[in-house]
């Protein structure tokens, strides 16, 4: 089942590590069937606070995503985004095709 890498980043320093970190970040996506689907849009708060950056990635599955974040590929930038950037990061398991709000109850 699809699963995603959620990231909310605020006070990025935009620096040489930064764009050596996006320059990079691509390759390390690649191997494990990652691929941007929010990076940093327009964002519109409805309800709560939300700040910063919003960045989602989607992967074939949770195994692949687990495996993307812990690759020695990515550990090995994952240094130049968190010296400069705060934020949260998730990893969570989407759902199936058709799924419905009442499908959580069964």
């Known amino acids: 089942m699809t699963a995603y890498a959620i990231a909310r980043l605020q006070d990025v320093t935009m620096g040489p590590e930064i764009v ?3 320059e990079e970040i691509d390759a390390t996506l690649a191997p494990y069937g990652g691929r941007y689907l929010i990076h940093g849009g327009t964002t519109q708060v409805l309800e709560g606070r939300w700040q910063g950056d919003t960045i989602m990635l989607g992967f074939p599955d949770l195994e692949q995503a687990r495996a993307w974040y812990r690759s020695e590929a990515y550990r090995r930038i994952l240094p ?3 010296a400069n ?3 949260d990061v998730i990893l969570v398991e989407g759902v199936p095709e058709g799924h419905r709000g009442i499908d959580i109850l069964g």
């Open 80 to 82: 130049l985004r968190t």
């Open 20 to 22: 050596e970190y996006l």
């Open 85 to 87: 950037a705060v934020g």
